[in-house]
Nanobody, 126 residues
Framework: EVQLQASGGGVVHTGESLRLSCRASGISLKDYAIGWFRQAPGKEREGVAAHSTWDDAVYIADSVEGRFTISSDIAKNTVFLQMNSLKTEDTAIYYC???????????????????WGHGTLVTVSS
């Protein structure tokens, strides 16, 4: 059974940083891409970042480019989302998700992700 546990959310001020963690169990990061999504009140779920250790492919949304980075620790089966220079518009519930690789390929759209963890709330205040 795939389980994803997201953690690291909290309340910060604009310009500060947070690091989110997504610990996966029941799968190997070698076989799955891991993505981070977020959903703010009244808005649709948005893909933020994703990473595959298969080919070290990375996706970063334009809205967080230059501020967020994603990395994976295979030994810990954990994916990290480093969020710097946070803005109030980054306030959302952040979810991590897993997508089984198809011969190394994966897709960014939310509908392609097979398993989802519970979210962690990030609140950025001015």
């Amino acid at each position: 059974e795939v389980q994803l546990q997201a953690s690291g959310g909290g309340v910060v001020h604009t310009g500060e940083s947070l690091r989110l963690s997504c610990r996966a169990s029941g799968i190997s990061l070698k076989d799955y891409a891991i993505g981070w999504f977020r959903q703010a009140p009244g808005k649709e779920r948005e893909g933020v970042a994703a990473h595959s250790t298969w080919d070290d492919a990375v996706y970063i949304a334009d809205s967080v480019e230059g501020r967020f980075t994603i990395s994976s620790d295979i030994a810990k089966n954990t994916v990290f989302l480093q969020m710097n220079s946070l803005k109030t518009e980054d306030t959302a519930i952040y979810y991590c998700a897993a997508q089984l690789l198809d011969r190394g390929s994966w897709f960014v759209g939310a509908r392609y992700w097979n398993s989802w963890g519970h979210g962690t709330l990030v609140t950025v205040s001015s």
